[in-house]
């Protein structure tokens, strides 16, 4: 039995994470968290070849999985939606039977390369972030999983290294709140992104 309310799995996934700017910084903040797997998806498997029973021992250990990457085109990088397609079974992951994952919580945790005005109805690309997510939301759903408002990091392109670190501070955050249970989780369903009203979603235990 682990001594924390809640195990956290990280699933990473970034192609060229030696040219990343932000997401290189971001990992560094929770890679270590006690009661958190970290669990880098291109590292395990450059050429493709997921283990799928390995994969799935790794989610019925855990209790809230992080899906953590850059977006790309609009979507997440490759390996994340091989994983989905050969990890999450029928039998197991959904349908009648399928109950592995049930009350899981999901949270995704993605960076944008456009800024969040970009991000809008009226937008240039015409619709939130969170809509952009709708596919990994219902994949959850239909595995009877929790999915949690999103972290987002947009408008990577001109962060400064300041705001990058304020972000990985957020992100430490969340995470330990999350593993301790100390985040008020329907407070944060009234948002778009779990990361807007921090010290409102965190109980004075972890804003302390
Ligand atoms: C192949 C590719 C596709 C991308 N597609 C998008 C996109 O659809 N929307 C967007 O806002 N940024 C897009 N970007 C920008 C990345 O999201 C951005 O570079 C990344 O979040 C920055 O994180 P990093 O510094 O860790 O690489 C794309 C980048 C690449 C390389």
């Excluded at 890679?31 to 070849?49: K, S, W």
């Excluded at 959850?140 to 408002?149: F, G, N």
């Excluded at 300041?162 to 369903?189: F, H, P, S, T, V």
């Amino acid at each position: 039995m682990s001594k924390y309310k809640n195990n956290i799995l990280i699933l990473f996934a970034h192609p060229a994470l030696q040219k990343s700017r932000v997401n290189r910084h971001l990992i560094t903040y929770v890679r270590n968290i006690e009661g958190v797997t970290f669990h880098d998806l291109y590292e395990a498997y450059p050429d493709f070849h997921i283990h799928i029973k390995k994969e799935q021992n790794l989610l019925e250990a855990h209790d809230i999985i992080v899906l953590h990457h850059p977006i790309f085109w609009f979507s997440t990088p490759a390996i994340i939606k091989e994983w989905f397609d050969l990890v999450l079974v029928h039998g197991w992951a959904f349908g009648r039977e399928g109950r592995a994952l049930q009350g899981k919580k999901m949270l995704s945790v993605i960076s944008t390369g456009g800024r969040e005005s970009l991000y809008q109805t009226k937008g240039f690309h015409g619709h939130t972030i969170g809509e952009f997510l709708y596919p990994i939301q219902q994949t959850a759903r239909v595995c009877r999983m929790d999915y949690l408002p999103p972290f987002v990091v947009h408008g990577t392109h001109t962060l400064t290294p300041e705001e990058i670190g304020a972000y990985g501070r957020e992100y430490q955050k969340i995470i330990a709140a999350l593993r301790d249970g100390n985040i008020d989780l329907e407070k944060a369903r009234e948002y778009p992104m779990i990361n807007v009203h921090l010290k409102e979603i965190l109980t004075a235990e972890e804003n302390g």
